[in-house]
């Protein structure tokens, strides 16, 4: 293992005194790498009867998340338990109200309940780090609801230093990109539906084996709106005609292309004013 740079050291051994304060954790987890590292330090620090990974198999979560998740935990001989969330069946979820996260959180924690009463020792843990405190995250209400807790956030790890830690515990997931789920590529107020849901998947999919690995597909009811990094909008003109064909065959009437590029959390502009006057 390659020598680590002094700042990560040191915090890593906040992280190390977090879990050995701990008896053992059961990890929100989702295949993304907050949440991978935060479940890969339980195992490392707590031990692996005293590590539990829990992932909801939901119709909002990629499968290729979902095997990646599989993945990691078989490679790191980690416990992992599947639960299976219906937020699609809970009506203030699917109308996508700007606080719909939320209501998915809300699903998990609650849902985790059965896997703590297994191991009613065990800390929750999610994957919420540092940086996360800036943006527009209804779901940490729901987190302080059902008192989870965030060893990234509490040890004050930003994104970039939980990539380099992961890095150097060569985590495979360590430079992925981000995969927030399915249901933030539909603008607030546009319903979530299963089959938005599946036409998202399937188009992203589609466009990585293409070659854009780092893709958003905003789903506007009959259209999609593709959000690939600026410097490969060229790339992507390119090909648009050929995008389009594919996007009607999954049932787009039409394949538009954001001009200004990929922006994370591009959707919660449109909230931005309701947000400010609610905090």
């Not at 937020?87 to 996260?101: G, S």
Request: charge should be neutral.
């Amino acid at each position: 293992m390659p020598e680590i740079a002094e700042n990560l050291a040191l915090t890593l051994n906040k992280l190390e005194k977090w879990y050995s304060q701990r008896k053992g954790s059961i990890v929100a987890f989702s295949g993304g790498i907050d949440s991978t590292l935060v479940l890969f330090l339980a195992r490392k620090y707590q031990g692996k009867s005293n590590a539990i990974g829990v992932i909801s198999n939901s119709e909002s979560l990629k499968k290729k998340d979902f095997e990646l998740a599989q993945s990691v935990c078989r490679d790191f001989d980690i416990h992992l338990e599947v639960i299976k969330t219906n937020e699609l069946e809970d009506e203030r979820y699917n109308r996508n109200p700007v606080d719909r996260c939320y209501f998915c959180k809300e699903h998990l924690y609650s849902d985790l309940s059965k896997i703590v009463e297994k191991y009613p020792d065990f800390d929750v843990l999610n994957g919420t780090n540092f940086d996360d405190f800036g943006d527009y995250r209804p779901g940490l209400k729901a987190a302080a609801k059902f008192r989870i807790n965030s060893p990234m956030a509490d040890c004050e790890v930003s994104k970039e230093e939980l990539r380099q830690i992961a890095r150097y515990f060569n985590l495979p997931n360590w430079d992925k990109p981000a995969s927030p789920c399915l249901s933030s590529r539909i603008p607030y107020h546009h319903a979530v539906t299963n089959k938005k849901l599946r036409q998202i998947e399937d188009a992203e999919n589609m466009l990585n084996e293409m070659g854009f690995s780092n893709v958003r597909v905003r789903h506007y009811d009959t259209y999609g709106k593709i959000e690939v990094p600026k410097e490969e909008l060229a790339q992507l003109f390119l090909l648009q005609d050929k995008v389009t064909k594919k996007f009607s065959a999954l049932g787009f009437e039409e394949c538009v292309i954001d001009t200004e590029g990929l922006v994370s959390g591009k959707l919660n502009r449109a909230i931005k004013d309701v947000v400010s006057k609610s905090n």
